[in-house]
């Protein structure tokens, strides 16, 4: 799981990995504002104090360095608190989804062997704490707002005291993979390659102190956490303006009011600013970058951003496993529309092969391997799986298919692995379909992807019934009832008498798909 010891040696050397730990990366002055959220503004004199608060309370509870903390909260002040409390603590938070639900939590509870699990009261509409209480053997429980039976967030309170100072080589949090084969993987993330991750991320997205980020889309991902997101912006020295959603009603006041400068979107949402922004008589003039990734946006598209928003575009493509392509603020306007960019670091190796392991001839379609300062070298306790997703040599296997261009920027064009990309929610299609099975109206299942022009992609289930042939409500409400998130719910269901079969007896997606 760790870096060898020459990478290591070599990322010192050549200036990534400078010792910095996440705890301290706070660069505004005191006075400055460091966080918007509705009516509360916290400087960075209050953040910091907060954050010391904080974690001498947890240290209070006996939670130390070492210790895995499920954060399952949204986009909040708390949310950032917590996270530099825990960074300079030493333990670590994994990132729950705020979609996520019982299914995915107790995986990450158990897997994780976390000590304490924080949920916030309630968020758009739906009672966490319930949650909390309907699972056994959870750990402490604290809660953001009112706790109920529970701990709240806000009494775990100390005067700071001096703490272990983690290593740098140490593992700072975890971040979930997609999915692709069943439950999300936890990612190891290091003080060391996660301030590169996101010091680099800020600069090639030229933030300053004058930046004000507006976190749209979940802070849990880990796009608008470091990408360079909030992580970045603090780095500067910026503003972060936290929204309660993405959705043009909550998003484009906060960006008239707080002059917000930068925010990040996925294709889907992008789409629907664009459209929205015709009819929402807001002033948008101040947001001079929209950032686009989570999954691939279409040329189309992206040549309709500039005119539509009156601001550039930055395609970035990568994942919470590490790598990361940005196409740069310089870069000629066509790479900027038709490529999702090059790669952060001079020091991301990258390999586009076939099926084999051999390389492809340049600007041949291929399977992406990459290694790097700021990418994985091994999913936390996972080592049957580390043994697929690994080359002997240390490159991570990404499962995406892609183009390189003469000047070193990637064309995404598909996936290897069977998961569907949903608005840049990953569904893993395995996952899916072992819920299906257990429906006891359905005899056997196959989860596709269906190209949609707002998502991307939305997901069918194809189900041969047993008996009485299901409906898709009853499906999405037995989904539910075993505690699957609700982007994980089939957006159409057919039922067949039989399905299609490859010639080596597996059930024909690429059938199933043209039939759509």
């Keep these: 799981m760790s870096f060898p010891d020459a990478f290591a040696a070599r990322y010192r050397e050549r200036g990534h990995w400078t010792g910095a730990r996440l705890g301290t990366l706070l660069g505004g002055a005191p006075s400055d504002v460091a966080l918007v959220s509705g009516s509360e503004r ?17 240290a209070a509870l006996g939670i130390s360095a070492g210790d895995n903390v499920v954060v399952h909260l949204p986009n909040s002040v708390d949310f950032v608190v917590l996270s530099f409390a825990l960074f300079r603590l030493g333990a670590r938070p994994v990132y729950a989804l705020p979609a996520h639900r019982r299914s995915e939590i107790e995986y990450l509870l158990a897997h994780s062997s976390a000590v304490a699990y924080v949920i916030p009261d309630r968020h758009a509409g739906f009672d966490y ?107 500067v020295g910026g503003t972060v303006v936290l929204a309660p959603s993405p959705s043009p009603p909550d998003a484009f006041p906060l960006i008239e009011r707080e002059r917000v400068t930068v925010t990040a979107l996925v294709p889907s949402l992008a789409l629907l600013w664009m459209e929205a922004v015709k009819f929402a008589g807001r002033d948008l003039s101040s947001l001079a970058l929209l950032q686009v990734g989570g999954a691939k946006l279409k040329e189309e598209a992206a040549r309709r951003v500039t ?48 099926e084999d392991g051999d390389a492809v001839a340049p600007g041949e379609l291929g399977q992406l391997l990459t290694r790097g300062p700021y990418t994985l070298r091994g999913y936390y306790r996972a080592e049957e799986h580390n043994a697929r997703a690994f080359t002997a040599d240390g490159f991570y296997l990404t499962g995406d298919l892609v183009r390189e261009l003469p000047s070193g920027h990637l064309v995404v064009d598909g996936r290897v692995k069977d998961v569907i990309n949903r608005g840049g929610e990953k569904v893993s299609a395995e996952e899916v379909e072992n819920h299906l ?78 039939r759509l």
Excluded: W
Excluded at 43 to 51: I, V
């Design 42 to 58: 916290v400087t960075y004199g209050e953040l910091d104090a907060r954050a010391s608060r904080l974690a001498a309370g947890l």
């Design 129 to 235: 704490r319930e949650l909390a209480a309907s699972m056994p053997g959870v750990p402490r429980v604290l809660v953001s707002g009112d706790p109920g039976n529970h701990t709240a967030l806000s009494s775990v309170d100390a005067e700071p005291v001096e703490l272990p100072v983690p290593e740098p080589s140490s593992v700072a949090l975890f971040l979930l993979s997609g999915g692709t084969t069943g439950l999300p993987k936890l990612i190891p993330r290091t003080h060391d390659d996660y301030a590169y991750n996101l010091r680099a991320s800020a600069e090639v997205a030229g933030l300053d102190s004058s930046t004000v980020y507006l976190a749209a889309l979940p802070v849990a991902h880990n796009f608008a956490l470091a990408c360079p997101g909030v992580l970045g912006v603090l780095s």
């Design 307 to 354: 005119p539509a928003l009156g601001c550039a575009l930055q395609q970035v493509f990568g994942m919470a496993e590490g790598l990361l392509c940005f196409t740069r603020l310089d870069d000629p306007l066509e790479l900027v529309v038709t490529s999702q960019g090059r790669p952060l670091s001079a020091d991301d190796e990258i390999r586009v092969v076939d």
């Design 437 to 514: 099975l257990a429906h006891p109206l359905v005899h056997d299942a196959a989860l596709v992807g269906v190209p949609d022009d707002m998502l991307g992609e939305r997901t069918c289930a194809f189900v041969l019934a047993r008996g009485e042939a299901p409906t898709l409500a009853g499906i999405a409400a037995f989904l539910r009832e075993r505690g699957v998130a609700d982007y994980k719910l089939p957006d159409r269901l057919e039922v067949l008498p039989e399905f299609p079969y490859t010639a080596v007896g597996k059930v024909s997606k690429k059938e199933l798909a043209a």
